[in-house]
């Protein structure tokens, strides 16, 4: 976008340097050249610009030499409001921890000893105690899931755990609470070089850091292809998490929709018409043109990348060429997010090839009219070797970055989003309190004036990536949110008004409702079965001045009570039998209580109402 020069300015100028200084062709040039540096900053704020800022962030890093890249994490690990860094490696070599203090990246000690080589990071709270636990994927060896056991204290559980042992090559994860009852669940692909023993595998969360295997019981197995990564994204606006998988090798992509109380998955690929034959390696999920249905974007070989319109009646229309965005080149990682804060959301993809003269990467706008324009908008130096990225906002200026993996001799960049000046934003942060604490699988909608966006909150997006746990809306020239609905796993609704913007707005489940959250009845026996399978209980929950539990234990077992901030508020002695706890001191929120033995401990949640 170019800045009108009006006729008053450019006189003005003549007036100053002269009328034969104006005439001179080596006093022109410099004019004109004095006047490109002049405007130049008026040029860029015109219109969004990325910059690599990596070198002066403190932030070095190298994946090195693997096998189709490795992942990207742009998620806040340790809590503090600044979304950290972590960077996958070649094997031999530890993860890369980059903790963000108020914009300067400060790269933390090896926080696991893992040296293998990973794909998939994904930062999670696991068992809902209110820090993040971690799982990886690997080539060549056993992923790994580590529990938090305090200040980022990460402890491997995997066998204990139940997840397999056995090495598997998966590369792309994602996270997902499929029968919505409050726990986090890990489906994983897998991709060995023999296609015909690939299968995916899912680990549903039974509670206390225990997972169980049934992705051939529930139809999510997916036999004999060779997938790179998945996406849980919710097709049909049921409020069930649906799975789409990007298939290599002209496979074929597998679409599988949630069946809703039956818990069970079915394959609808060719019906949807998203059974693409193609060497598909990442999908981005957004809804683009704005109608309230998430849409698709595969990355592909040079014979084109895909655009999956939701047609909002079970299927989706491929749109690349018609929407320009076939970028025709080897692409991975690819996400939505709206880029320039107008309201719409535009689309990066990474590529492998290096060079200026070849499709590298590419940056295209959303034109607001149901379609896409290039533009290059800085990113000087995006022509290498380019696998895994996420979004984040490392400098928490409401403009969303993008970090990318590189490999080989290449480090990795973070391309600083300038913004727009004049632009509004609104970030979302939610805490499910019946639902995962994480609220994945959330959806927020948004009103302001006469336009209309939606954002789901995803476990894993694009190749190998994870971006920010904060929901991003850009809101153009918007004074304020005229109104926005949260639809949590649960089916609970919590409605505002009138919503400031540019801000990060904090919002737990029930937060609307005075705390009463109102459960999809087929989900209330599921969600209160794992409280009674344990060896004490509590009710009610919500509650309001006492509490009462019931123990079966030893009488030297403790109780203790924190705040969602992790502050020890209390300690109460257990012994066998029924007790009763008041809670009238407390303020309304969430708290969490913690069973303590010389063996064990175990954390539920418990929420304060009044």
Not at 273 to 302: E, F, H, K, R
Not at 423 to 444: C, F, H, M, P, T
Not at 461 to 476: D, T
Not at 557 to 581: E, I, M, V
Request: glycine residues 8%; charged residues 20%.
């Amino acid at each position: 976008m170019l800045t009108k020069i009006d006729k008053p300015f450019f006189l003005q100028l003549r007036k100053i340097h002269g009328e034969k200084q104006m005439t001179d062709p080596k006093a022109l040039i410099c004019f004109l050249l004095g006047l490109f540096v002049f405007l130049l900053p008026t040029f860029l704020s015109a219109q969004t610009y990325f910059s690599d800022e990596a070198p002066n962030l403190s932030l070095q890093h190298f994946f090195g030499v693997g096998v189709a890249g490795g992942g990207a994490s742009f998620y806040d690990f340790d809590q503090d409001g600044w979304d950290d860094l972590t960077l996958a490696t070649e094997e031999g070599r530890p993860l890369g921890f980059y903790r963000n203090v108020e914009g300067v990246f400060t790269q933390l000690p090896p926080l696991i000893s893992n040296l293998d080589e990973v794909k998939q990071i994904l930062w999670t709270d696991i068992d809902n105690d209110g820090d993040k636990d971690l799982f990886i994927t690997t080539l060549r060896t056993a992923n790994r899931l580590y529990e938090n056991i305090g200040n980022l204290q990460l402890v491997d559980i995997t066998a204990e755990a139940g997840l397999s042992m056995e090495p598997l090559d998966s590369y792309g994860a994602c996270l997902t609470d499929f029968d919505r009852d409050g726990w986090i669940d890990i489906f994983v692909t897998q991709r060995n070089i023999d296609f015909d023993t690939n299968r995916n595998y899912f680990y549903r969360n039974l509670g206390n850091n225990s997972f169980e295997e049934i992705a051939e019981e529930l139809g999510l197995d997916d036999p004999q292809k060779a997938p790179f990564f998945p996406a849980v994204f919710d097709m049909n606006n049921d409020n069930w998490p649906d799975i789409y998988i990007a298939q290599d090798k002209s496979q074929g992509n597998t679409l599988l929709l949630h069946d809703g109380s039956s818990l069970s998955y079915s394959d609808i690929s060719v019906a949807a018409s998203a059974n693409l034959i193609m060497n598909a390696m990442g999908i981005a999920v957004g809804d683009y043109n704005c109608d309230g249905w998430q849409d698709l974007y595969v990355s592909n070989t040079p014979h084109g990348n895909a655009l999956l319109q939701n047609n909002q009646m079970g299927g989706f229309s491929e749109l690349a060429e018609v929407t320009g965005t076939s970028f025709n080149g080897t692409a991975w990682g690819t996400h939505f997010f709206d880029a320039d804060n107008d309201g719409f959301e535009d689309l990066y993809v990474s590529g492998m090839a290096v060079g200026e003269n070849v499709p590298s990467s590419a940056f295209y706008y959303n034109d607001k009219a149901g379609s896409f324009a290039e533009n290059e908008a800085g990113f000087v130096g995006d022509t290498v070797s380019s696998y895994g990225n996420a979004l984040g906002d490392y400098n928490n200026d409401g403009h969303l970055d993008i970090l990318v993996v590189n490999t080989k001799e290449f480090p990795a960049q973070l391309w600083k989003n300038a913004g727009h000046p004049s632009r509004n934003w609104l970030k979302i942060k939610l805490e499910g309190v019946l639902s995962n604490r994480d609220a994945i699988g959330a959806r927020v909608d948004l009103y302001t004036d006469e336009h209309y966006q939606i954002r789901y909150q995803h476990g894993g997006m694009g190749y190998l990536g994870q971006n920010s746990a904060s929901l991003h809306f850009g809101l153009g020239e918007m004074e304020q949110v005229d109104s926005m609905k949260v639809t949590w796993p649960t089916g609970h609704q919590d409605h505002f008004y009138n919503v400031p913007i540019n801000q990060v707005l904090e919002i737990m489940e029930g937060s609307s409702t005075n705390g009463e959250i109102r459960v999809d009845d087929f989900l209330l026996s599921d969600l209160t079965e794992r409280e009674e399978t344990t060896d004490w209980s509590f009710y009610p929950n919500p509650a309001k001045q006492n509490i009462h539990l019931t123990y079966e234990g030893t009488d030297n077992d403790q109780l203790l009570l924190y705040d969602s901030k992790g502050r020890q508020l209390a300690t109460w002695p257990l012994r066998n039998g029924h007790h009763t706890f008041s809670t009238q001191t407390l303020p309304p929120g969430l708290y969490f209580l913690q069973r303590i033995t010389p063996y064990s401990q175990q954390t539920k949640r418990l929420l304060i109402v009044r």
